[in-house]
Each structure stands twice: as C-alpha cells, then as structure tokens.
C-alpha cells in the first residue's frame, strides 16, 4: 500500500520514551541524516501492549486503531513503529479489523464513544523501522551514504519474538526473494551488511528472550538470555544488533545478572541496529544514544573506530 | 539458581563439546533429545505425546500438537525448525569433521534454548517437579541471605 516512504507517521510507543530512549535518538538521527521526515502520531496512546491484552484483546485492537485512525486523519497511510511490541500490536489490529466483525463492532462502538473516527481496514500500514530503512533507503544507497563502514565489526542479528510472529499478521513476508522471511528474518541482516558489517550465523535469531517475565520471573529470563549471549559469542559475534527495546533492556539487564548471581561473564556487546547504523553514517556514539546504553560498549566501537 | 533449573541432565549433557565421532548420530541424538523436551510438556498438560512426524521429523508434529490451544508455544516454533535444519547441516556436512562439529554446538545450544523455553513455561504453569524446588532459592536469594548473590541486587 505504502508508496514514498520518505515522510511517514511515526509511533514511538511508550517504551522509546523510556527504558528505549536510544533507541528513539537513534531512530531519529538515522531518519534526519538520510533525508527521510518522521511526522509523529499526534496525542498517540499505548498500543495495548500485554497488559489490557491480557484483560481484554479487543479492548487492545482498539487501543491501537485508535493510533491508527489518528495517522490517517493526520494524512498518512503508513505508520513506523520502531518497537517490536507496538509493530506487533498495531499489525494484529489491522488483522483482527479485516477478520473479525467483533472487534469491528468494538471498535466502532469505544470510537463513537471517544468521539473519534473509528479506523477501518486497509487504510494505513504499519511497518517496523528496519521496513522503512529497507524501503526506503535500500541497501544500495545505504552503502553509498556510509562514511564510516562497519567492516570487520561482527554481529549477531537478534530480531526477537514478535517481529514476525504470528505469522497470519504478517501478510506481506514470506512472499518469497526480496520478501522478509518469518523463520530466518534477513532484513536487518541486510542494512548492517550495507553498512559494512560482518554478520555472523546466528540460529537464535527469532529465540524467546524470556522479556515477559524479565522482572517476574528474572531466573527463566537470565537462563535463556545468557544462551542467547553465550551462542552469540561462539558463533563468533562481538555486537548483537536489536530491533525491539523489550528485548534490548533485557539482553543489557540479564547480561550483568548472570555475571552476578550465575558468575557467567559474557563480553559481546548490545546496540540497537540504528545505532550502528548510525555511526556507519557518520553519526557519534553520543548522538545516536551509546552512552544511555547500560552496558559500555566503547571500547569495541573505539577498536574499529566507531563512535 | 543452577540446582532448580529444568531439565538438568540434559543442560548438564550439553555442557560436553561434541566428541569427533558420529556426527550425524549425534545430531540425530540432540533431536530426540528435543523431543524429550517437548513430550515432557505434553504429558505435563495430559497429552499423549504423538509418534507421527511432520515434513519428515517428529519434533515439528510434537511442537504442532504442543501449540494446538495454546499460541504462546509458537515461541519455540523456530527453534525447534532449527534444530532440524542444522540436523540436516551436519547430515550434509558429515565428512568434514571441523565442519560437522561446529554446527553440532549450535545445534546443542539451540537445544538447550528450547529446553530453558519450555522449562521456563512449565515453572510459571506450576507443572514439573522443578518449580516447586526453585522456591526455596528464590527466597533466599529476596532474603540475601549468604551465598545468595541475587540479595545484592
């Protein structure tokens, strides 16, 4: 549906204001430097997330059309969601409004009620932040612009749960070449390899994180974070590249868990993809975010003159 | 936390570097390990664990009837795909020993995220001989008491 994609919505979602907020500097300086015009969602509220998912699914597909509708009056018909979460929920309400008359009829009704347009389906699609560099910038391009290429960085593209699951609410991948693949996502594997970086085989690309339960149940969480860390570093990586806050934070989080209550060190660093991208760009360690981050990764980034 | 953790000696199995031999028995012996995995959740939840097999591997047919009514198993759909997929790596690789034997360690690190997975989700359903173990430590480590690394959190 989405043609120029070089000024779209932007819905940063709660997360990019917090805990991600990197991940929003980066996002944002990477839009700026490429010429691409993010137009955020006015008086955008959450996206439903697990919680009011939990309670109430229709309540969260009406959560997130809200968002929606707010994007189409705004005169978009594509909106950029950077978090996996909100990509995530946003898709499924598109879903469930082109599928079920229930959540239509919620829809409607909560709208009417909030004395706001009801958003219908197909009128505007959501992408995630690697879509929109993918679409609309390209690899080619990307290769062009790069100043400060990401060569010999090794990097382990960890995607997460959500940015392809399930799949029915991703109608647009596994379409075959040039589309994203559901079970070995590639995309982000693309832009970092246009910018010069070395990815490594990584089979957990898509492997649960435990992000649900990184505060309740932070054992189930630090166990399978640090195989997600210790299968990143034998497959050879020295950065493992994110694309969704959820799992960044806790990646960060269980990383220095382990250390403390298993004693299992690991040293591979965790930066979002556009801060690496961003500094292929030319873009400072300080101005996509690094120095937020809660691990240090400065001296790998100084050893191969990043940042 | 290590004493409560699901599946123990399977993760302590995993531990051991791939030996030099067998690759693909070996490979073929971390997927029925995985289907132990996965039939410890079904008989968990009252099922009969299935002997049918989907595109040609029972893992895939074992993960199918595990996700049947509960979406949230999709989670593991992937990496049980991949550990087919780099069984059959090795199955094609097998004559080259370095090879053969580096993709046997992702394939024992994957296997190992399933087992923390389902483990992981048997503990919050309160099934499993394990949760109930984990408790004692959880506590100690809120209490901080000595030993306790978590208490100095």
Not at chain 2, 42 to 67: C, D, I, Y
């Amino acid at each position: 549906m989405a043609g120029d994609l070089k000024k779209v919505a932007y819905y940063p979602g709660c997360v990019l204001e917090g805990t991600g907020h990197a991940y929003n500097r980066s996002t944002k300086e990477v839009g700026k430097v490429l010429g691409l015009d993010l137009v955020e969602v006015k008086n955008w509220n959450c996206c439903g997330a697990m919680e009011v998912k939990n309670t109430d699914p229709k309540l969260q597909t009406y959560l997130s059309a809200r968002n929606l509708s707010i994007a189409q009056g705004m005169g978009f018909d594509t909106v950029m969601a950077p978090c996996n979460g909100c990509y995530h929920n946003l898709k499924k309400a598109e879903y469930d409004l082109k599928n079920d008359p229930a959540s239509v009829e919620m829809n409607e009704r909560v709208s009417t009620k909030a004395g706001h347009p009801a958003y219908r389906a197909g009128k505007v699609e959501t992408i995630h932040a690697i879509d929109w560099l993918k679409r609309a910038v390209g690899e080619e391009e990307l290769a062009r612009r790069v100043t400060n290429s990401l060569k010999g960085l090794k990097v382990a593209n960890y995607y997460g749960c959500m940015y392809t699951r399930p799949r029915h609410i991703f109608p647009e991948k596994d379409k075959g070449p040039g589309s994203e693949s559901t079970l070995r996502p590639h995309f982000m594997d693309d832009l970092l390899a246009a910018a010069g970086a070395e990815n490594v085989e990584y089979p957990l690309k898509t492997a649960c994180c435990g992000g649900a339960h990184a505060l309740s149940d932070c054992d189930t969480s630090t166990t399978l974070v640090l195989n997600l860390l210790e299968t990143a570093e034998a497959c050879g990586a020295e950065v493992i590249a994110t694309n969704c806050p959820t799992c960044h934070t806790g990646l960060e989080m269980h990383q220095v868990r382990a250390d403390k209550v298993l004693g299992r060190k690991t040293r591979v660093r965790i930066l979002y993809f556009t801060q690496l991208i961003g500094m292929a760009l030319g873009l400072s360690a300080r101005k996509v975010g690094v120095p937020e981050n809660m691990s240090d990764p400065s001296d790998v980034l100084q050893a191969k003159g990043l940042g | 936390m290590t004493a409560a953790m699901p599946f123990p000696a399977l993760l302590a199995r995993l531990d051991r570097a791939p030996r030099a031999d067998r690759p693909l028995a070996q490979a073929d012996a971390l997927l029925a390990e995985a289907e132990t995995v996965l039939a410890t959740w079904l008989r968990a939840h009252g099922k009969r664990p299935t002997r049918a097999a989907v595109e040609g591997f029972r893992l895939l047919a074992l993960h199918r009837q595990g996700a049947r009514g509960d979406p949230s198993f999709n989670a593991c759909r992937e990496t049980c795909r991949e550990l087919v997929y780099l069984r059959n790596v090795v199955a094609q690789r097998r004559d080259d020993a370095t090879e053969a034997g580096r993709v046997l360690r992702l394939q024992a690190m994957v296997l190992r995220h399933l087992a923390l997975f389902v483990g992981g989700k048997l503990e919050n359903a309160r099934l499993g001989e394990f949760c109930c173990a984990s408790r004692p430590l959880r506590a100690q480590e809120t209490e901080g008491r000595p030993g306790a690394a978590g208490g100095q959190d």
